[in-house]
């Protein structure tokens, strides 16, 4: 608890005098005035405490009251002798005689200077990343993937899916700062559609992880889960196996090469090889070629 004690004059043997352990209260702080405003606050420990105490002119327009009176820490024993704590005393009373409030200005100085600082380190980090690519960072991501614990699957897929999106629209040799949600939806709409949600979801992963620590907001973080790409519904009809022989036959007589993969097809009621009632035999025109 504070003890007051009575205004005189103050020396530097005063000091020494309160900082002796004896004199130090067990808890709580001695205040003692040694000016009009400046005070003393010793504890229990550790260096005295210079502390300034002020009125601002004016009134406060919410309450139609006078200002409460405010204080200010203005040093350590440890930092500033009686002269030096006289002299910011007396520095701090001008300003507040030219109807200044030294607390609050001193409060709004100090976060527009973190505010400048802020903005500064992180224009610095903006800058070095528009030095870097989607091309580079993929790397790095797929390497992030791999220290992870990925499948080596998971990780080819997850790349793929990125850079296909991101080269569908040229961007794979820009910053990921330059993506925008428009260019998201523009890789979204150019995707096939069985594949869509895979692709949304690889970019929104990685555009995360760019943007993490730069405190920036990932482009496909706007889009909310009704905007966000749907499953395609499963088909309702399939070909029949004269359909898929017709396809089949059709693709021999192409001019180009095609790679025609042969499935087998079962019939689910018998459990039986649909080629087995359903020859499909090879175009004449191609019946010398080896197909795969």
Excluded at 48 to 55: D, L, V
Excluded at 119 to 140: G, I, M, P, S, Y
Aim: proline fraction near 7%; charged fraction near 25%; hydrophobic fraction near 40%.
């Amino acid at each position: 608890m504070a003890n007051a004690t009575r205004a005189r004059p103050f020396t530097a043997s005063d000091i020494d005098r309160l900082l002796a352990p004896k004199a130090r209260p067990d808890r709580g702080q001695t205040i003692t005035a040694v000016m009009g405003g400046l005070d003393l606050c010793v504890g229990s420990t550790g260096p005295g405490r210079w502390r300034y105490r002020y009125r601002p002119r004016g009134m406060d327009p919410g309450t139609g009251k006078q200002l409460p009176q405010r204080s200010m820490t203005l040093g350590s024993t440890a930092t500033h002798t009686l002269r030096h704590a006289f002299a910011a005393a007396a520095a701090l009373k001008l300003r507040v005689s030219n109807g200044e409030d030294p607390a609050i200005a001193d409060r709004a100085a100090a976060m527009a200077e973190r505010s400048a600082v802020l903005a500064a380190e992180r224009q610095a980090v903006l800058d070095d990343a528009a030095r870097v690519t989607c091309r580079k960072k993929l790397h790095e991501y797929a390497s992030l993937l791999a220290s992870r614990g990925r499948s080596l699957k998971h990780q080819r897929e997850e790349v793929a899916q990125v850079r296909l999106g991101l080269d569908s629209v040229g961007l794979l040799d820009v910053s990921p700062n330059e993506i925008t949600p428009g260019h998201v939806e523009k890789m979204v709409s150019l995707c096939p559609a069985g594949s869509r949600v895979p692709r949304f979801g690889a970019l929104d992963r990685f555009l995360r992880w760019t943007c993490r620590g730069r405190g920036i907001m990932a482009p496909t973080a706007i889009f909310d889960r009704h905007e966000r790409p749907a499953p395609v519904a499963r088909r309702q009809r399939v070909l029949s196996p004269n359909e898929v022989g017709a396809v089949w036959t059709a693709a021999g007589d192409l001019q180009e090469g095609v790679l025609r993969d042969l499935v087998r097809f079962r019939d689910p009621a018998r459990h039986q090889p649909l080629f087995a009632r359903h020859p499909w035999p090879l175009p004449a025109a191609r019946q010398a070629r080896a197909y795969r």
